[in-house]
């Protein structure tokens, strides 16, 4: 498995400014993925982090409310933009091991509340 | 076509029983069947997982039993535990990219 970590783990944000999360893993992984888990619900993919290119959205996920960076294989940031009440949700990074299962394996998470 | 229904909603079961928790798909191109398991404040655990060639897979007290031609597969908890109560999600692989069911909250109680 990976060790995962997320930050910041919980932030309070006004509507209108934007907010980075980062992902650090502590081995080089092949695939990174960022979800959202809105209170109470299931997770819902955003996209797939690739390195060295842009990243591949989900439908419903745009760009320039959520960019991506991947510099290189054992790091991510997500920058939820434009921030709405809407926004307030858990963003968690994931990460593929690549082995022989190629398990996914999940950080603890940011915990977004946007006023 | 990417739906997963996962059943039930929420689970109440003392403390021994064994709950069991289905999931249901449509794609037939899912690769990878894992269960995982989530508490609160925290990300979701990889618990156990098979591939569509086997048809039951036991990692301890959890078991999952998975049915090809039906496309559903299920978890059970033997022997449960109150530190068995969280919130669990079936999450099919197709290229990758996990599909997650809408989760069952699980009480066990003491």
């Known amino acids: 498995s990976a060790v995962i970590s997320q930050k910041p783990s919980r932030d309070i944000c006004q509507r209108g400014t934007s907010l980075t999360i980062q992902c650090q893993v502590d081995?080089?992984?092949?695939?990174m993925f960022w979800y959202r888990q809105q209170p109470g619900q299931s997770l819902t993919l955003i996209a797939t982090a690739n390195q060295g290119s842009e990243a591949t959205y989900e439908s419903g996920f745009v760009i320039d409310k959520f960019p991506i960076s991947r510099p290189n294989l054992t790091f991510s940031t997500l920058t939820v933009s434009n921030m709405s009440p809407e926004d307030s949700s858990i963003y968690l990074c994931?990460?593929?091991?690549?082995?022989?299962?190629?398990?996914?394996?999940f950080g603890p998470g940011t915990r977004l509340t946007v006023l | 076509q990417q739906q997963v229904k996962q059943s039930p909603q929420s689970l109440i079961v003392q403390k021994g029983g064994i709950p069991i928790i289905n999931c249901a798909y449509e794609n037939t191109a899912f690769d990878y069947f894992p269960w995982y398991q989530q508490f609160p404040g925290k990300g979701p655990a990889l618990l156990i997982a098979i591939r569509p060639d086997v048809s039951e897979k036991k990692e301890g007290r959890f078991t999952i039993s998975f049915n090809k031609s039906a496309k559903q597969f299920s978890l059970h908890i033997m022997d449960s535990q109150p530190g068995d109560s969280a919130t669990y999600f079936c999450?099919?692989?197709?290229?990758?990219?996990?599909?997650f069911g809408t989760g069952t909250r699980l009480l066990v109680s003491p």
């Open positions: 999450a099919p692989r197709h290229f990758q990219k996990l599909v």
């Open positions: 994931s990460v593929g091991t690549g082995g022989a299962y190629d398990e996914q394996f």
């Open positions: 081995s080089q992984v092949t695939m």
